[in-house]
């Protein structure tokens, strides 16, 4: 299916030309959806009127829906509820910095990955979601909250890495100077540790940043609450991101969370030293998010510092993350499992 969210100026050309439809209109038609927040033909009057008719039939621009919207007392993050065609619904937040405003976007409807601590994968994998889904969660906050975009991360719903060419498709699409023109250091593709599409990734010559739920500091513990650490192991995790690092100089970031009594006690922190010392990287440190009922809880401030001191003392870049929007669910398929319980 065409799908106008999905493509770039070249292909728009081709897909114009081949209607009998003048080339230069694909600039146009491009300026009014990329920095006009123009979503339909028949507002598009520079085009002219049967143009507008051929396109409106032929090139469809379904827009989704806004199932639900939930903005922070600070107003500093806006989570939107967006329901696609076919009725599924992603989450997509919008986070407002200092620096300007990044978006967290799902990469598909559900997930298959099933970490234990993650409300995404609650009811199973749906489907993965579509360049032009993906472009849609960037539009619908221009269209229902602000303009500006500033970077793009790849860390809600969904495992990016296992809907790899869609991903990749997206990320090469917005950096098109006629669609978001974002840099790919303005990019961040966050995954479970999918060893063999994070090789593959590490060849496509794109400064992307990677980060890498880690989690634990041995297969075990990982193996406990992610079940993708049965297939890979965390010295093929690190290989690869070595890998990655030398491939495109980018530092990789290790996300992980901190769960009560689990994986943050000095034990672990002395073995995620070991693990990780001597490699240029970052761990961001985030207390779980534990108001979805897993039983998993988030340790108390002093165990956090003791943590994360630890680390710090014994020379591992480490930053505890500055948390937005836990106060209006905005961490990880929340709002999604809510509204699919009242229904
Ligand atoms: N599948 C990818 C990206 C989506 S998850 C991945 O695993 O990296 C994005 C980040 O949110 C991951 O680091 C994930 O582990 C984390 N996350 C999931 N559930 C969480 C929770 N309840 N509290 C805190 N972080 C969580």
Same mark, same amino acid.
Request: glycine content about 4%; proline content about 9%.
């Given at each position: 299916m065409n799908d106008i969210f999905a493509m770039n100026r070249a292909d728009l050309q081709a897909f114009l030309v081949e209607r009998g439809i003048k080339k230069f209109r694909a600039d146009q038609i491009l300026h009014y959806i990329y920095k006009q927040n123009v979503f339909s033909w028949h507002e598009m009057t520079l085009l002219p009127q049967g143009d507008r008719e051929t396109l409106a039939g032929e090139l469809p621009i379904? *827009? +989704?829906? $806004?199932? @639900?919207?939930?903005?922070a007392p600070d107003d500093n993050t806006v989570k939107l509820l967006l329901e696609f065609y076919d009725g599924q619904t992603v989450e997509t937040v919008l986070m407002k910095h200092a620096y300007g405003n990044s978006v967290c976007l799902s990469s598909q409807v559900g997930c298959a990955v099933n970490c234990a601590f993650c409300a995404s994968a609650k009811n199973g994998f749906i489907r993965n979601l579509t360049v032009g889904e993906m472009v849609l969660q960037l539009l619908a906050f221009r269209k229902y909250v602000t303009a500006g975009l500033h970077s793009v991360v790849l860390m809600g719903t969904g495992e990016p890495l296992l809907n790899y060419d869609n991903v990749l498709s997206f990320l090469r699409l917005i950096h098109e100077k006629d669609t978001f023109y974002l840099g790919y250091r303005n990019m961040t593709l966050s995954t479970s540790g999918i060893v063999p599409a994070m090789e593959r990734l590490?060849?496509?010559? $794109? +400064? $992307?940043n990677l980060a890498v739920s880690l989690h634990a500091p041995n297969d075990n513990l990982r193996r406990s609450i992610m079940p993708v650490a049965d297939t890979y192991t965390l010295k093929n995790i690190l290989t690869a991101c @070595? /890998?990655? *690092?030398? /491939?495109t100089g980018r530092k990789v970031t290790f996300e992980y969370i901190l769960i009560k009594d689990l994986n943050c006690t000095l034990a672990c922190a002395d073995e995620l030293r070991h693990l990780l010392g001597g490699r240029n990287i970052l761990v961001n440190a985030i207390p779980v998010n534990d108001n979805y009922d897993v039983g998993l809880c988030r340790p108390s401030q002093k165990e956090i510092r003791r943590f994360t001191g630890y680390l710090k003392e014994h020379g591992i870049n480490i930053t505890l993350r500055r948390e937005m929007g836990g106060n209006i669910q905005a961490a990880c398929g929340q709002l999604r499992i809510k509204r699919m319980q009242k229904q």
């Open positions: 379904c *827009f +989704p829906v $806004l199932a @639900d919207i939930q903005k590490a060849t496509e010559g $794109l +400064p $992307l @070595d /890998r990655y *690092f030398d /491939r």
